[in-house]
């Protein structure tokens, strides 16, 4: 169970132990916009879950009251066809479209998700990505690949994959954060080939514009810290544990900017992750030996084994599914890292969190 141990109460310990803490789609992305601006007064966003109905008339807009997006009834050779939410949900929604050949469908998803907590984009990616494997009757996820789509005012960031069964049969995946938001965008395709699918994806995050969602709704990039109760409990640790957070929060302060964590904790950088265990170990090898206990002690040592033998960033990627932006000019060598661990028994797993660290709505 996590404590909810707000920052205020965790004063005293980062003083002591941690100094520097304190320290032609493009028309109808147009009028998509347009819309938005003109029937945003018709929708709070707060609508009774009745507010929305199914659409009898396939060729009229559809206008989303609780996101205020419109979904049009035809985009190019594309025509919607389908509406699906729950009627207890109004928020979540998945519109679907098929072009006029039926070879070839999209469907766009939108869902709350209210606070913007470290891993929530890697996460949401992997659990839908698990399904559309399954779905697609394959025997592994496609590589992932990180990416931004840089909106009038915000910037979202989102990961992608894609199966190439074919030439011209694909099935891409792409989940956005959106604020309190989070966007889904999938596309089947069976005579479109590698660009004119690159495409067709461009054109469709233009015209839905994640950026407008995490405008709705735009995160508080002041982040919230809970740490795990047994964590606390080792006092020894305690110091680097909150050194690490803190670092964290930082590295995303003074590298990301605010209307880039508007749209959600930053989590998805390379060099975050390598800063904040550093820090992690930098402060614990400080600490006397005697004290601490087998388990932090056996911690310390596989992290500062991986880190002194230079693979801490492929470890990192490792961990996180190498769903990561890695800088320019970062050469990883995860076939060098692969054979350096063969005959180690590491045992850190880095999903399994000391603390979690949020952006909460505004």
Not at 250 to 263: I, K, L
Not at 318 to 327: A, H, L
């Amino acid at each position: 169970m996590i404590a909810k141990f707000q920052l205020t109460l965790l004063f005293s310990v980062i003083l002591s132990f941690y100094s520097n803490a304190q320290n032609a789609v493009s028309v109808q992305r147009t009028l998509n916009r347009e819309n938005n601006s003109k029937l945003s007064t018709q929708a709070s966003g707060n609508e009774p879950d009745n507010s929305i109905k199914p659409v009898s008339n396939i060729n009229s807009d559809f206008l989303h009251p609780q996101s205020r997006i419109i979904f049009p009834s035809r985009l190019n050779d594309f025509q919607r066809n389908q509406i699906i939410f729950t009627q207890n949900n109004p928020s979540k929604i998945d519109v679907i479209y098929n072009s006029a050949d039926s070879k070839n469908e999209i469907s766009v998803s939108l869902y709350r998700y209210e606070t913007g907590t470290e891993g929530r984009l890697r996460n949401e990616y992997l659990n839908a990505i698990r399904k559309l494997t399954k779905e697609e009757n394959v025997d592994s996820m496609p590589r992932a690949i990180p990416v931004k789509h840089k909106g009038l005012k915000y910037i979202c960031n989102g990961v992608k994959g894609r199966y190439d069964f074919s030439e011209t049969a694909h099935t891409e995946l792409c989940i956005y954060e959106c604020g309190t938001w989070m966007m889904n965008i999938k596309i089947r395709s069976k005579n479109l080939n590698s660009n004119e699918l690159t495409e067709l994806e461009k054109s469709l995050t233009n015209t839905f514009d994640p950026s407008w969602l995490t405008s709705l709704n735009p995160l508080l990039p002041k982040s919230n810290v809970d740490f795990e109760r047994s964590a606390l409990a080792d006092t020894v640790m305690t110091a680097a544990m909150v050194a690490s957070a803190f670092k964290k929060l930082d590295w995303a302060t003074y590298n990301v900017r605010a209307n880039e964590r508007a749209s959600g904790f930053p989590d998805l950088y390379l060099n975050m992750h390598i800063a904040s265990i550093r820090e992690f170990i930098q402060i614990q090898q400080k600490k006397p030996r005697l004290y601490v206990s087998p388990s932090a002690e056996k911690y310390f040592k596989e992290l500062s084994e991986i880190n002194n033998a230079g693979f801490l960033p492929e470890f990192i990627m490792e961990q996180y599914q190498n769903i990561m932006f890695v800088p320019d000019g970062q050469v990883l060598n995860p076939e060098g890292y692969k054979k350096w661990k063969e005959n180690k028994n590491l045992t850190i797993d880095l999903n399994s969190k000391m603390y979690s660290i949020c952006y909460r709505k505004q």
